[in-house]
């Protein structure tokens, strides 16, 4: 069954808040364990704000302001900063799997605008982004990318944002954006906050987990099927053998980035990669059920904890 990231249970507990929202293109989930309203609400703002900064359908955001000043340097702020310096790291730890500078490979694919107002007719890609240490600068307060390039920074954002609000809401809390989620503390009852994943309940605590996939940010156009997963070493849409990766780490931000390079990767050489540096996947294939949920700190069953320690050095599945 495809992995999802779904229902939170205990939501009835009496200490327990939760708001749900709709912003960074997706649907935003947040609950904490003794938080004030003006602090959920806080919460709700933040990621509201951050949106409007860091979307690339609007011109005026912060973003969307540097891309059009790709060829000079250009003053940005310390959140835009951290997240440009975050997109570096993900591009060097991934050996440039995850890379956001595919933004105009993701335009001439036809998403142009959100998926809600209907994709623009494609046309013919651009080519491989160059690396992204050399297209894109970060000093202190400002950054140049070279010109003719552009940055989307799409899941490196949702990944650092939950990342950043768990941390900043309560010492018990779950902030959930669109799927990528980070778990503080150990939720209502002390046992974890409970999330499905691959038809397992798994109780995270101070942990993160993430789903890629090529299914949701899809659509057709005439040269036939697109989506918004672009194979850097192409410029294209990937055409990996997996339909979605599920991934548990330390952070939102490491299985954001785990997740989308194993699904870029492909079912024969993601294991490889995944078993050493998460606590949990799942490959779900094209076209089919998906394989079983590996956590190689301890067997899956309907339910289990994520806690233990990383292996020291990958393993095959078989092990």
């Known amino acids: 069954m495809p ?9 009835g507990h009496p200490s327990l808040s939760e708001r749900r929202f709709q912003a960074l293109g997706t649907d935003c989930h947040v609950l904490a364990v ?15 704000a951050a949106h409007r900064r860091f979307t690339r359908f609007e011109s005026e955001s912060e973003l969307s302001r540097l891309n059009a000043a ?7 702020s310390t959140d835009l900063e951290a997240l440009l310096r975050a997109a570096l790291r993900s591009w060097e730890e991934t050996a440039g799997w995850v890379h956001a500078g595919v933004l105009p490979a993701l335009l001439a694919a036809g998403y ?7 994709p623009s007719p494609a046309h013919g890609p651009p080519g491989p982004p160059p690396p992204l240490p050399t297209m894109l600068a970060v000093l202190p307060g400002r950054a140049r990318l070279r010109a003719g390039t552009a940055i989307d920074l799409g899941g490196i954002a949702k990944g650092w944002l939950a990342d950043q609000l768990a941390g900043w809401l309560a010492p018990n809390c779950l902030v959930n954006l669109g799927g990528d989620l980070f ?4 939720g209502p009852d002390d046992a974890g906050w409970p999330v499905r994943m691959a038809g397992v309940t798994l109780l995270l605590r101070d942990q993160g987990a993430a789903t890629s996939s090529s299914q949701r940010r899809s659509w057709w156009s005439a040269g036939g099927r697109q989506h918004h997963l672009i194979d850097p070493r192409t410029g294209r849409p990937s055409e ?18 785990w997740a989308k390079t194993g699904l870029l990767l492909g079912s024969e050489q993601a294991p490889l990669l995944l078993i050493g540096r998460t606590l949990g996947f799942w490959l779900g294939m094209q076209g089919e059920a998906g394989l079983p949920l590996q ?8 339910e289990t904890s994520v806690n233990a320690r990383l292996p020291t050095q990958a393993v095959s599945l078989s092990d």
């Open 70 to 76: 790709a060829g000079g340097w250009h003053a940005i």
């Open 295 to 302: 956590n190689p700190t301890r067997p899956a069953g309907r």
């Open 112 to 118: 142009t605008r959100p998926l809600r107002l209907g």
């Open 240 to 257: 990996s053998d997996l339909a979605e990766v599920s991934v548990v780490a330390t952070s939102a931000l490491e299985a954001e980035m």
């Open 183 to 186: 778990a503080r503390g150990g």
């Open 34 to 48: 003794e938080a004030s309203a003006e602090r959920m609400d806080g919460a709700v703002e933040h990621i509201s």
């Open 3 to 11: 992995a999802r990231l779904l229902k939170i249970s205990g939501t």
